[in-house]
Nanobody, 128 residues
Framework: QVQLVESGGGSVQAGGSLRLSCTAS????????MGWFRQAPGKEREGVAT????????YYADSVKGRFTISQDNAKNTVYLQMNSLKPEDTAMYYC?????????????????????WGQGTQVTVSS
């Protein structure tokens, strides 16, 4: 009952920036957390940045801390991921996700298994 639409992926050089957007529609009361996850070829899907939409608390993977910023626009039901100082190792398919979490911790917020609704994914490629 929740649909997610993503945009903003592309190709940039190392050190560049990208801004990803994810808009949620449908029965948004069925989720309280949204976030961004990524998966590179041969790698497991990992949490990048998530937000507790009711209170605005944010969580980041150590690998992106200080470079990426997640934010929300409640009027538009949209979550953004501002990606600065991009590195080649950031290259991956990025997915927007939403879920209804009963336990808010660093571990649960960044765990893909905690999320039930997923976007189609958008490719981010960073060249050296």
């Amino acid at each position: 009952q929740v649909q997610l639409v993503e945009s903003g992926g592309g190709s940039v050089q190392a050190g560049g920036s990208l801004r990803l957007s994810c808009t949620a529609s449908g029965y948004t009361y069925s989720r309280n957390c949204m976030g961004w996850f990524r998966q590179a070829p041969g790698k497991e899907r990992e949490g990048v940045a998530t937000i507790y939409t009711g209170g605005g608390l944010t969580y980041y993977a150590d690998s992106v801390k200080g470079r990426f910023t997640i934010s929300q626009d409640n009027a538009k039901n949209t979550v953004y991921l501002q990606m600065n100082s991009l590195k080649p190792e950031d290259t991956a398919m990025y997915y927007c996700a939403a879920g209804l979490l009963t336990r808010i911790t660093i571990a649960t917020m960044l765990a893909p298994s905690q999320y039930t609704h997923w976007g189609q994914g958008t490719q981010v490629t960073v060249s050296s």
